[in-house]
Structures are given as structure tokens and as C-alpha cells.
């Protein structure tokens, strides 16, 4: 059975300092995502051995446990190629215009984007998706990791609202974390997102 890895990370864990510390990226990458992989690998093999036994008695929360852990590993995948110590700035090309478009500005976009991930109830995340059955960009806000979704749309750029990538360093003032996270966007890993939702 084929089954998920913790991908490496396309830099080293003090590369985004000092908008995100070397200690907090190691524990966020090191441990945190690390557990949603292992939960997702352990949830496949439960659900494997209730359909060789038929006992589907569980399998509610099996799905569920499989959500969680599956979309936190795919969120984490995104949000740390959306990142890069030379990142910041704002898009060019086909992805400014679709901001415009769907957005009326950058500035409009990324104070929606902002305000989504600032203010998620407990924990979860900001993302901007490509909705395909409405060819446009969409801002959803995410509850843990899959609550809230609208189903089809394709994370792009995804920004972590959880206490465990930002309060050592930033304590509870979640709005700052967010306005740092700006500084570290990696436009082109999003452009190539968009690129490639389109052509899906």
C-alpha cells in the first residue's frame, strides 16, 4: 500500500527568519506535520483492516480522522513551498490579472486573505483557491483542516492559522504572524498553482 512521506522542505528551517524563527519551523515541520502524515498512514491501515474484517462499526470516525490528517499533510505541502526567504513583493503576469479580476485589486485581495486568516474561530487556515465550476479565485477560510471547505476549489496559497506556527514567537497576536507571512509569499510557486488548476 502505498502510503504519505513528509516531504523536505525547500529550505533550511532558519531560512525565514526573522518573520518565522528556525526553532518554530523545525517543531511546525519536524513535529506537527509530521503527525498528520503518521495519522493519515495509521488511519489507512485501521480502515484496510475494517474492510478485511467488515466491521465498519468505526468508520465514521476513521473518515473523519483520515480528513483531518490528510488535508492538514496537504495544507503543510502547500504552505511551505508557498513560502520563500526571497518571497514577498506581489504577483506578475496571469496571476495579478486574475487577482484584479476577481478581486477589484491586490490590495482588496490581500486584505480579504488577511482578515480570513486572522480571524478564524480557534484554529485553521486563510486560503486562496481556484473554484473551477465558477473559473474564478475564491478567499476560504478552513476550520482545522477541512471544515468550511467549499468542495472542488484548489488551495494556491495557504497561510496557517494554527497556535502551533506562530505563538512562540508571536504569542497571541495573530495579525502580525499574518503580516509577516506577506514578506514570505513565493508568487511563483502560486502562479504555477493557478496554472495548473486551470489545466486540470
Do not use: C
Amino acid at each position: 500500500m502505498t502510503t504519505y512521506s513528509l516531504p523536505d522542505l525547500p529550505y533550511d528551517y532558519a531560512a525565514l527568519e526573522p518573520a518565522i524563527t528556525g526553532e518554530i519551523l523545525e517543531l511546525h515541520h519536524a513535529k506537527h506535520h509530521a503527525a498528520y502524515v503518521k495519522g493519515a498512514n495509521d488511519t489507512l491501515e485501521k480502515l484496510a483492516e475494517a474492510r478485511d474484517k467488515e466491521q465498519y462499526g468505526g468508520l465514521v470516525g476513521l473518515e473523519k480522522t483520515l480528513a483531518f490528517n490528510l488535508s492538514g499533510h496537504v495544507l503543510h505541502s502547500i504552505f511551505w513551498d508557498n513560502l520563500s526567504p526571497d518571497g514577498g513583493d506581489r504577483p506578475d503576469g496571469e496571476l495579478a490579472t486574475a487577482i484584479d479580476e476577481h478581486f477589484g485589486s491586490f490590495e482588496a485581495f490581500k486584505a480579504q486573505l488577511t482578515t480570513a486568516t486572522a480571524t478564524v474561530q480557534g484554529s485553521g487556515w486563510g486560503v486562496l483557491g481556484w473554484e473551477p465550476r465558477g473559473q474564478r479565485l475564491i478567499v476560504q477560510q478552513v476550520y482545522d483542516h477541512h471544515g468550511n471547505v467549499g468542495i472542488g476549489a484548489t488551495p494556491l496559497l495557504v497561510f496557517d492559522a494554527w497556535e502551533h506556527a506562530y505563538y512562540l514567537q508571536y504569542r497571541n497576536v495573530r495579525p502580525d504572524y499574518v503580516a509577516k507571512l506577506w514578506d514570505l509569499v513565493n508568487w511563483n510557486d502560486v502562479a504555477a498553482r493557478l496554472t495548473a488548476a486551470k489545466n486540470a
